[in-house]
């Protein structure tokens, strides 16, 4: 990469250092640089971030797929975690030092939707590192409000893999398809990091969990994990499996963020009156539905972006004894392209975080 920085922070006043691109040409036009220190409002904390997660979203964001327009130059990454470098003059419950995560939604802060734990709803909702500078620094600014305490016994790359995948699972099973005790549950893609979230959040409720993967080393790492019951979805069609091992009951939910490629077969994989997930399109977003398989079977459909923040306050009680983050790697500042290079490649199993 180029035009490396070397140097402490106090060395250099108020600059930082950062990872930025300045097009929209994917994750090759990463680049490192000198920015500003942010400036903090009244209501802001200033976070020395430690580390941070990768998201597909930061690739299609990067890539210029995503339909919102893009700061450039621009400071990217949507997960981060790290200390409390300085408090604004209105924040009383947070202090310099204090090790922290930062949530990754952004809203208002004001309207209804806010103030009765749906922030995610809110009409000005966004993340993080999208249409503003994100974690991809030595420093970012965060509302006061986006930051939670780290819970002890957790190392900042673990920290740093937890908001957008834990939000956007607990909000999926728990929050919007209601999952019940024992419920049978399929999760597509189980080495990504939702899938890994997923898996854990849907054997807190005792579910039989089945998964997916494309490979069979990741299908040992699955049953690590708990799931119950693992496809590899290139050797063998998921929905039928999914018969074979359900003795043809099916399932009560299913999370399915791949789109076009399995959305209709996850739609057959359903009970009467079964639940499914969306919260991605990673194969592609326009699929063609069967309205009469959808009424007929009495099936809902839960579109989700992410979560409210009163999932963080659910979940991150539960770490580190009940939940964990699985990280695959850890890359180096410096190393960033390659980090996306091995989130492209498929061959990883959790997340994937860059040092800073
Ligand atoms: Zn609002």
Not at 230 to 244: C, G, L, S, T, Y
Not at 255 to 276: I, P, Q
Request: a positive charge; hydrophobic letters at 40%; one cysteine or more.
């Amino acid at each position: 990469m180029e035009g490396e920085v070397r140097g402490s922070i106090e060395a250099r006043g108020s600059a930082m250092k950062a990872l930025y691109y300045d097009e929209l040409k994917g994750h090759k036009g990463i680049k490192i640089g000198e920015f500003p220190v942010p400036e903090i409002a009244d209501n802001d904390v200033l976070v020395r971030v430690k580390a941070f997660s990768l998201n597909h979203l930061d690739v299609w964001v990067m890539g210029g797929t995503y339909p919102v327009q893009v700061p450039l130059p621009h400071i990217f990454g949507s997960d981060a975690s790290g200390i409390v470098e300085k408090t604004g003059k209105n924040i009383r419950h947070i202090k310099t030092g204090d090790p922290v995560i930062v949530f990754p939604g952004l809203s208002c802060g004001q309207c209804e939707r806010c103030m009765s734990s749906h922030d995610n709803l809110c009409k000005d909702f966004s993340i993080i590192g999208i249409k503003n500078n994100g974690a991809s620094a030595e420093y970012m600014k965060v509302p006061a409000s986006n930051i939670f305490i780290k819970p002890e016994g957790l190392s900042f790359e673990e920290a740093a893999g937890i908001g957008v995948t834990y939000t956007t699972s607990w909000n999926s099973l728990v929050l919007r398809a209601g999952i019940r005790q024992g419920d049978t549950v399929l999760i597509h893609a189980a080495g990504s990091g939702v899938g890994t979230a997923l898996i854990q959040v849907a054997k807190l409720y005792n579910a039989a969990v089945i998964t997916t993967v494309g490979d069979d080393w990741k299908a040992r790492k699955a049953k690590e994990l708990g799931a119950d019951f693992v496809i590899n979805h290139q050797k063998e069609d998921f929905a039928e499996a999914v018969k074979r091992i359900t003795n043809g009951e099916l399932t009560d939910i299913v999370v399915d963020h791949v789109g076009l490629a399995t959305f209709n077969k996850s739609l057959s994989c359903l009970k009467k009156g079964g639940r499914l997930v969306s919260f991605g399109a990673t194969s592609g977003d326009e699929v063609p539905l069967s309205l009469r398989y959808i009424f007929g079977k009495n099936i809902t459909v839960h579109g989700v972006y992410v979560g409210p923040k009163s999932a963080v306050h659910e979940y991150l009680k539960l770490f580190p004894a009940r939940l964990k983050t699985v990280v695959d790697s850890v890359f180096d500042f410096s190393d960033a392209q390659k980090a996306y290079e091995k989130l492209l490649s498929r061959q990883f199993f959790g997340k994937i975080v860059v040092k800073i």
